[in-house]
């Protein structure tokens, strides 16, 4: 099992430009979660998914920040326009079960740096 | 507002040594609880989970204790590796999901 894809790995832009993030679940995984760290905030929840459906969005900053999920196996996290403030790690995970109580299986991870 | 918490944000142990890191949490509906492993530049990976209907739960090398009476969350790490060093986060779920804020160990050849 490849695991929890996520695209680009690293992005660099500049201020008020559109960044789109990537993940592909694992295969057979019905949820899907979007999170966002820093060293100020740590590891926040920003959205997740049952089944392609948003369930909770409320850990979605402000509506720069949108998500979607167009079908099982892929999932987009979307800024426009980013600021120098959304700068940190977005990670991807999905498990096997709706809802938040099962093991979640994280992606790498992308590294975004909005100058 | 509700939250877990970490004790000690660091901790460093000989190799060979036992390692215990520690996790308060504050959510008395919280019913299932993860420990997971983050390396530097990598995603969080699970470790070990529990359920609220067990106290203690036994992996490789591994054991989550679960105090429910006073909310608080424990993993041992027996025999610790270098490559053991990591920081370690314990997460919360049952109406909400929370992370804690980590606890970075560092492991001593």
């Known amino acids: 099992d490849a695991g929890v894809i996520q695209s680009p790995r690293h992005e660099v832009t500049e201020m008020g430009q559109e960044v789109t993030l990537r993940c592909k679940p694992i295969?057979?995984?019905?949820?899907l979660f979007w999170y966002r760290q820093t060293m100020m905030r740590g590891l926040e929840l920003l959205i997740y998914?049952?089944?392609?459906?948003?369930?909770?969005d409320s850990g979605m900053p402000e509506d720069r920040f949108s998500a979607k999920m167009p079908n099982a196996s892929f999932s987009t996290l979307k800024i426009q326009p980013s600021e120098p403030r959304d700068s940190a790690v977005y990670f991807c995970?999905?498990?096997?079960?709706?809802?938040?109580?099962?093991?979640?299986?994280f992606g790498p991870g992308t590294r975004l740096l909005v100058l | 507002g509700e939250s877990v918490g970490l004790h000690l944000p660091t901790l460093s142990v000989q190799e060979g040594d036992n390692s215990i890191i520690n996790c308060a949490y504050s959510?008395?509906?919280?019913?299932?609880f993860i420990w997971y492993k983050q390396e530097s530049g990598k995603g969080p990976q699970f470790i070990i989970d529990?359920?609220?209907?067990?106290d203690k739960r036994q992996g490789q090398r591994v054991t989550v204790l679960l105090n429910k009476t006073v909310k608080h969350l424990s993993l041992q790490i027996a025999a610790t590796q270098p490559g053991d060093s990591a920081v370690y986060f314990c997460?919360?779920?049952?109406?909400?999901?929370?992370f804690g804020t980590g606890t970075s160990l560092t492991v001593i050849p």
């Open positions: 995970a999905s498990s096997s079960r709706q809802g938040r109580q099962e093991t979640q299986y």
């Open positions: 295969s057979g995984h019905n949820s």
């Open positions: 998914f049952n089944n392609n459906v948003p369930i909770d």
């Open positions: 959510n008395s509906a919280s019913d299932y």
């Open positions: 529990i359920r609220s209907n067990m």
């Open positions: 997460a919360e779920a049952g109406n909400q999901f929370y």
